[in-house]
Structure formats: C-alpha cells, structure tokens
C-alpha cells in the first residue's frame, strides 16, 4: 500500500467523507451520534468543526482516521483518504497510515501520555517505529519542535516526565509528537484549551504554518469560534450528528444563516451577581509563600487573600505558578517559606499532618473530568465516598444525600445515580466533579480551569451553576483560568501571576481598567477576537515592536 505523499498538488482532495454515519452503544442499544454526513478536505486546506458538546466533532476527527471509539461503531457511508477507503482497508493499513500520515491531537494530554516515559522518548517512537527517521535524528527533531513551539529550554524538557511539566506544557509537547512524522492530515481535537492565550498565539501561528509549509490539510476541532476564525478556511457547524450550516470562514463570521449558528455566536453574556464581603477575615491567606520542586522556586513570596462569597481570579501563562499556588493551599506541596491560613488559623503545610476537618474545608474541582474521576465508578460512589468518609453517612441517609447533591447540580438522580462516568457528556461529567466537591460541605474551593475543556454553552451553564451555589452556601472561590472571557464573568478580584511572581492584584473593574501592568496588557491584547485577520495583525504588529510573548521562558 502507498499513499500519494506531499507533492501532490495543493488543490487536490485528500480526504473524502460520503454518508458517514456513526452508531453508539447504551444499555444494549445502538443509536445513531453521526447522521450521514459529508466532508471533503483539499491539501493546504483548514476545516474548522463547531458545535457544543455532543454535537459529534471528536467522532468524525477520530472517523477521518478510519478509528471509532470503544462504544462505537462506523456503520455506514466512506471514508477516502489520499485513495484509501478506511472502512473497507484492514487493521493493518490502517496501522501503517496512523501517525506517519494521519496523526491526532487530543485534547487530555494528561491522558495521552504514559507517565512511566520521558517527553522526549514518547516523540521519538512513533517516527523511530515507522522507519522515518532512526532515534538520534527523532531527538534532534523533537527538540527542533518544541523549540518551534516555544516550549521552554527546547533542548533539555524532553528528558522530563509528563508530572514535571505544566499542562500547557504537555500539550505542545502532543502537538510536537504529532508532527513528528510531518503527516499528511492532522486531526487537532481542542489543542489549545490549555494554554494561556500568550502561548496560544505563538502555537496557532505555528499550526498554520506546519499546514502551510508541508502541504497537509487539517481538520480543527474547537468550541472557540475566536480561534477557529484565525485557523480554518471553512466552518462547518454540527449539532447532534447532523450538519447545521457550512460556508467559508469570512462568511460564516459575518452572515451565519441558521438561527442555531446565530445562537453559538451569542453565548457568554453571562455576569456574575455581585456580593460584598460578609466579614473582615479572610476565609483563606496565602502569606509570603516561596514554593518549588526540588531546588528550583516556582513561587516567589506571594501574597492573596479569598473571603466567603467572593472569587478571586488567578490568571497567567503556562508556567506562571497558578496550580502550584493551589497544591500549596492544599497541602499538597509544602511551601519552603511562609503559611496558610484557614479563617486566621495557621493549616500545617503537609496535607497528612492536617486534620480531617482542615481537607474537608477546601476542596478542588480540576481541569479535565475525564482524568479527574474513575471511570469504574459508578456516579453513586463517586459521589459518595466523600460523605463516607468526611460525615460518615452510610445506608439510607447516604443514598438521600448523594439524590440532593444530584439535584443540586440540575441532574436528575434517577437517570443518572447508576451511569458510569463514560455514558455522560463532558459537561455532565464536570457537573459530577463539581457535586464530589461539595458533599464535603466545604468553605472554600479552587476551581481549576474548570470550563476550559467545554464547549462554550456549556461552559456558561456551568459558571452560572457555580454561582448560584455560591451565593446559597456563601463559599469562597479561586478561579484558576487562562480565559479571560471566564475572568470578566466570575471573578469579584482578579490576581495576575508571572514566573512565579504576583505582578498585579485587585478588584476585577481596575484590572481591566487603564493604564494596566505590562504584562496585564500582555494578557488582554492576546485574547483572540472573531475576526479572521485578528492573529495576522497581533503577529505583525509584535513583529514590528519586537515584543515576543513570555511564554517562552514559562
């Protein structure tokens, strides 16, 4: 078997989807997520998939790599890539086209990389194994890669683990064993969720420029219609397996047709209520802390204060200190100098010297819930240990509990107590993570980049839900987040973090109110717009004052 390889002209189709149709799997019974769909891709081209969660985006990318997931099957239609017709081609064929010519970016690096091998070995494999290249010239590539992908010190990181790297970190890290073999089609599934919008500029323009340079086409998978504008040549909108609408990306930004696309364009109006502070000491004080890993400090002497009913904003580049602020506050990480303090109370830097009621206070809700929960779980026992073991709630009473927390969070408890974390959405599934968080009956949670993985409706049910229960249990929050879209509906106080230094702090209206900190203005000019000319004009005005983002040295 041969494919035809990047010389082909920059016209040509390189992938072609007729009548696909994708059947999933629940309680015995097959139904239809992919109704018949149609696709056709041209080599130098981006198409860009939106659509909330459910809509079926990351079935069809997995599709145009002739994979459906476990629970799925491709039960009609084709799938030509490069003259391949996947659905007929054997397991093998597949195999052989699978990273040396169709590769895949998925969305949880967390759960794409093994945690027993070093960064730079998981890169190399795929072009060592494919007979590309031999693993002297995979190394030097992969660090030819991540310093295209302004991964810091380039030629060192890979010799980490993926636990001794951010998450933005690891995501370019995918994206670099993704271009490893130089592919033919690059299927990204949300790519950039996890970066800071600094870093997110320079990987877009880098994305765009792989496609460009070696002739590939794209698929772009994403719930950000600022981002798809700047990477895809077309859009195509999906709503429950069906296409909605299709047109090139200038039109489908300024005249979208369907009163559903219209619908994705108006999301996140949301504003959180506002609340004043309910007593004079801080429910929780981090006081001059410096934290580090080993001998290296990743934070340096800072300072911030959460009250009850107030959420405080933490907001910075990949590497900038955020989630190690919060493993300090929760005793995950001991900090070299300074304290913790819960309501004036020194907490004791190790989480194993705490008692159960100082865990029980703060709780966390992570980024990815597809990581964050045990998928051989049952919803009823995800829920429940925490109520085991923080109440010691057992029998009727516990099942009572685990019913209310379900209500609580808008899910109705009889269809979903007895599911398994991998029959709901993404955005059901953070709902659960949410519920675990509050059976605890904490005082103070950290919320940790929580809306960055789903789709923008979504998302705004879910920042409304996290308000509306704070403003009945009158619990403080730290709001980790990159998106500064979340920042302006959520946050009461703002805290602006780089390479490990608070930089700027304060209520949220003077943040975002001139004259701001460099690095401030830094964060906000980032922010992507939905104009498809938006990043050319960043980069060449960047360009031109030979500003660079900081990402580089997260």
């Known amino acids: 078997m041969t494919t035809k390889g990047k010389g082909d002209s920059k016209d040509s189709v390189l ?17 239809e997520i992919v109704k018949g769909l149609d696709l056709t891709l041209k080599r130098g081209e981006v198409l ?32 030509v890539f490069d003259g391949i017709d996947l659905t007929s081609a054997s397991e093998e064929q597949k195999r052989k086209l699978r990273g040396v010519h169709i590769a895949y970016v998925a969305q949880s690096a967390a759960a794409a990389f093994n945690p027993a091998h070093k960064l730079i070995d998981q890169c190399s494999e ?36 993926p636990h001794q790297v951010s998450g933005g970190q690891l995501q370019r890290a995918m994206t670099a064993m993704a271009l490893a073999c130089r592919p ?43 981002v798809v504008a700047q990477m895809a040549d077309r859009i195509m909108v999906l709503r429950y397996g069906d296409l909605i609408e299709e047109a090139d990306t200038r039109t489908m930004m300024s005249d979208p047709q369907e009163s559903y696309t219209k619908t994705l364009w108006a999301v996140r109006s949301f504003r959180k209520t506002e609340t004043k502070r309910s007593d004079d000491i801080p429910l929780i004080k981090v006081d001059h802390v410096t934290a580090g890993y080993g001998p290296v400090d990743v934070l340096h002497d800072i300072n911030l204060e959460v009250y009850s009913g107030r959420t405080v904003a933490i907001v910075g580049e990949s590497g900038s200190g955020k989630s190690t602020a919060a493993r300090v506050i929760t005793g995950l990480l001991p ?27 703060a709780q966390m809700i992570y980024q990815m819930p597809d990581t964050a929960v045990n998928p051989r779980q049952r919803i009823r026992s995800i829920i429940g240990r925490p109520l085991q073991f923080y109440l010691g709630l057992q029998g ?20 979903f107590i ?55 249990l009158n619990l403080g929050y730290m709001f980790i987040t990159h998106d500064l879209a979340t920042v302006r509906a959520i946050a009461d106080e703002v805290v602006v973090m780089l390479q490990g230094r608070i930089v700027e702090q304060g209520p949220k209206e003077e943040i975002f109110t001139p004259p701001h900190h460099e690095y401030t203005e830094l964060l906000l000019s980032s922010v992507p717009e939905m104009d498809p000319d938006w990043l050319d004009g960043v980069l060449k005005q960047r360009k031109d004052r030979g500003v660079m983002a900081s990402a580089s040295t997260s």
């Open 15 to 31: 992938l072609e989807i007729r009548g696909l149709r994708i059947e999933g799997q629940a309680e015995d019974e097959w139904h």
């Open 48 to 79: 860009g998939l939106i659509g909330e969660s459910g809509a079926g985006k990351s079935t069809v990318g997995l599709a145009a790599m002739g994979f459906a997931r476990p629970g799925c099957r491709i039960s009609g239609g084709s799938i």
């Open 126 to 161: 795929g072009p060592v194994q494919h007979g590309v290249k031999n693993k002297r010239e995979a190394d030097a590539d992969a660090k030819d890669l991540y310093g295209r992908l302004l991964l810091p010190d380039p030629q060192n990181i890979g010799y980490r683990y």
């Open 184 to 226: 033919d089609l690059l299927v990204f599934d949300e790519p950039t969720t996890a970066l800071d919008v600094t870093t997110q500029i320079e990987v877009l323009a880098t994305i765009r420029d792989i496609v460009e340079q070696f002739n590939a086409a794209a698929i772009y998978i994403t719930h950000d219609l600022a």
């Open 335 to 361: 900090p070299r100098e300074g304290q913790v303090l819960f309501r004036g109370k020194r907490l004791s830097r190790d989480y194993r010297k705490r008692s159960k009621e100082e865990l029980r206070h």
């Open 396 to 415: 009727a009473e516990l099942d009572r509990r685990i019913r209310e927390l379900l209500e609580m969070i808008e899910m109705e408890p009889s269809q």
């Open 418 to 472: 007895e599911r398994y974390p991998g029959e709901l959405s993404g955005g059901q599934k953070q709902r659960i993570c949410i519920a675990r968080a509050l059976a605890a009956e904490p005082e103070f949670i950290i919320c940790d980049e929580v809306t960055s993985a789903l789709d923008q409706i979504v998302a705004e049910g879910i920042l409304k839900l996290l308000d509306r229960l704070q403003q009945e």
